[in-house]
């Protein structure tokens, strides 16, 4: 499993840069569940919970920081 798309956090923008962030974090997700029966299962008990949705945006804001500094903030 691939969990640093093309092995590099270098993206040409943040708007690309929040993208992978996004797709960090899916990976994670995947990368510690790998059943998708269970991860489907456990979805819903998810996605109604708002401190779960806090918790997922917390961890892509993280993703997010450390590709923005990657990238020197993009100057």
Known sequence: MELVPDNT????SPDEGRALAIK??????KAT???AEVRQ?????????????IAIAQVVAIEFATI???NDYWR
């Open 41 to 53: 299962r456990l979805r819903p008990v998810y996605a109604e919970d708002p401190d779960n949705l």
């Open 33 to 35: 569940q790998p059943d």
């Open 9 to 12: 956090l270098i993206t040409a």
């Open 68 to 70: 923005a500094a990657a």
């Open 24 to 29: 960090l974090a899916r990976s994670t997700v």
